[in-house]
């Protein structure tokens, strides 16, 4: 079997990866030589011939079992024969969680892995595709490598790749194409075992065993439902049925696998049902976010990675303490107060997973997380859902308190910060274009002018140099300080594939208990409408109220 050179691809000029790897329209991936086109720039930018190529290595290649993952990795399997990889490690079904590829990677020791999922986007033959590249430490690539790979998208002339009959994604084991061996994994092993290092499974099962403690993790059909299944019902002992909508769907079963409280509607129903459950959780399409709930109560991501840092200590894989720990720029600074009490290392980063990858790898955090329902750890490279879940049950069985009260006890001790994001979604790109031009302009002039009934305390683009590497990032959101302490950022979402969805994310501390319990959205009326007013939201995008509150 000779690699078959073609030449009929062209260049795509729309290939430059966003926050977390290339989102279209699966009628644009399914476009003539558009996946080739950038798988194998991908080859070209990562393995460079001066480097050897892709001769003899081994990648792992999976999906989150949206439509079109099987048709993808057919494709993806014979460029990798015609392109010379050694060896291919693929979940079988070629259904991998994101963060189980990261694990992979790291254990099989693999030059990297290609992972097909547009995440919490929607899926069908109308919907949303994604490919992302995750190098060989397991994280997803930096900057300067997705640049990489976005100017060999421009100039690529042909790819490479085999004529040969479809490979079984469900047969277990191995099989050939070229000189290539592919073999055929169990997608959940090697990452459940890997979490049980971590997390006291015995504890965790007594509490699971306990008939007074019910809970619900909604997989939202997409590809969690395998983990949780096994790990949460097999391993852990959960009741069977503690895991709904656990069966990966192509579609989604026509949802939107976005675990907020939005989208994971029968999850919150459960919650608030006529027999309340005492924990509830939610993953997105590939596995890597999560929400978390307790009994009455909705536990924000920002708060989460907080009381996480604060309780690491209570899991085994935790015991000796943190490095350090990381945020995401518009995530609240709940973590920072935390940090601050634990004397350690607290990072501000760029919103993206790859922003955390360096100071991981160099030792410098343990745990990091973002206001988007992300949350993870140095055990991979990706965040993690399913992880965030036994944190989670791992601290409430050794701090014998229900999820509700450790909330609280975290905010009577380092007061709350209260937080919000408001998404304004398929806007025309312009318009949104022009206002972030527009604010980011007048930045300098704002300090000291009023804005609704707040005054404005500072304002700035914010810029990131990596302490590892020295790279820097500049443009990533723009962060309007009030007098009142409190803070507003803007930011355009880089993993939408229809036009452009504006992020306005607000947070402000309250220290006074009697104030702790308040309503999200009242408490930060005032901020919310002096971010507002300085940006022209209503005047630049048509809109006077976001599509989508978090
Ligand atoms: C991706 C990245 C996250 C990031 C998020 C931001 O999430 O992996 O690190 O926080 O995008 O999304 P946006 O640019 O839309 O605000 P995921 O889960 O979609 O891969």
């Known amino acids: 079997m000779n690699p078959v050179k073609t030449i009929s691809s062209n260049p795509f000029a729309d290939q430059k990866p966003g926050t977390s790897g290339l989102r279209r329209k699966v009628s644009v991936f399914t476009r003539d030589g558009y996946l080739e086109n950038f798988v194998q720039a991908i080859f070209r ?12 290595k081994c990648l792992i290649v999976g999906g989150d079992g949206r439509y079109y993952n099987r048709q993808a990795i057919q494709i993806i399997v014979r460029m990798a024969a015609a392109n010379g990889f050694g060896k291919l490690l693929i979940g079988r079904g070629g259904l991998l969680s994101t963060p189980a590829m990261s694990c992979l990677i790291r254990k099989h020791s693999a030059a990297g892995g290609v992972m097909l ?27 300067a490598v997705t640049d990489a790979i976005y100017r060999e998208t421009l100039a690529i002339r042909e790819y490479l790749t085999l004529e040969s009959a479809d490979i079984d994604l469900d047969r277990p084991g191995l099989t050939y194409l070229g000189g290539m061996e592919i073999e055929m994994i169990d997608p959940v092993a090697d990452y459940a075992a890997l979490l049980v290092e971590l997390f006291d499974f015995d504890k965790i099962s007594q509490l699971l065993a306990n008939r007074r403690f019910h809970m619900c993790f909604d997989a939202m059909h997409a590809i969690t439902g395998p983990y949780a299944i096994e790990i949460l019902e097999r391993q852990l002992g959960a009741e069977p049925g503690t895991v709904i909508n656990g069966v990966p769907d192509e579609c989604f079963g026509g949802g939107h696998p976005d675990p907020n409280l939005a989208h994971a509607r029968e999850l919150v129903e459960r919650m608030n049902g006529d027999a309340p459950l005492a924990f509830g959780a939610a993953s997105d399409g590939d596995g890597d976010r999560n929400l978390i709930m307790g009994s009455g109560c909705y536990i924000n991501p920002c708060d989460s990675l907080a009381i996480l840092a604060a309780n690491a200590r209570l899991a085994p894989g935790y015991r000796e303490g943190l490095a350090g720990v990381a945020r995401s720029m518009p995530t609240s600074r709940a973590l920072d107060r935390v940090a601050r009490n634990l004397g350690i290392p607290c990072y501000e980063t760029p919103t993206g997973w790859k922003f955390f990858g360096n100071l991981m790898d160099a030792g ?5 997380g973002e ?5 993870g750890s140095n055990h991979v490279r990706e965040k993690d859902g399913l992880w965030a879940v036994l944190f989670w049950l791992n601290i409430i069985v050794e701090s014998r308190k229900p999820a509700r009260s450790i ?20 806007l025309d790109a312009g318009g949104a274009g022009e206002m972030m031009g527009r604010l980011r302009e007048g930045i300098g002039g704002l300090a000291g002018r009023g804005a609704g009934e707040l005054q404005i305390a500072g304002a700035d683009d914010f810029a990131y140099t990596d302490p590892v590497d020295g ?3 500049e443009g990533q959101g723009i ?3 009030f007098s009142d302490d409190s803070r507003a950022v803007f930011r355009l979402s880089g993993t939408g594939t229809a036009n452009a969805t504006l992020r306005l994310y607000c947070e402000k501390h309250e220290s006074d208990p009697a104030r ?35």
């Open 117 to 143: 999922s547009a995440s919490h986007n929607p899926g069908g033959p109308d919907a949303d595709f994604g490919v992302k590249f995750n190098g060989a430490n397991g994280g997803p690539a930096p900057e």
């Open 45 to 56: 930018a990562v393995f460079p011939e001066t480097g050897g190529g892709c001769r003899g």
């Open 371 to 375: 206001e988007s329902f992300g949350t």
């Open 364 to 368: 410098r955090i343990t745990i990091c």
């Open 479 to 481: 962060r309007i300080f």
């Open 516 to 550: 702790m319990e308040f309503d999200t959205q009242r408490m930060l009326a005032r901020t919310l409408a002096a971010a507002g007013e300085i940006a022209g939201i209503a005047e630049f995008t048509g809109r006077t109220a976001p599509d989508v509150i978090t």
């Open 407 to 426: 909330v609280r006890e975290h905010w009577l001790r380092y007061g709350r910060d209260y937080f919000t994001r408001h998404d304004y979604e398929e």
């Open 471 to 473: 790279s820097h990032s």
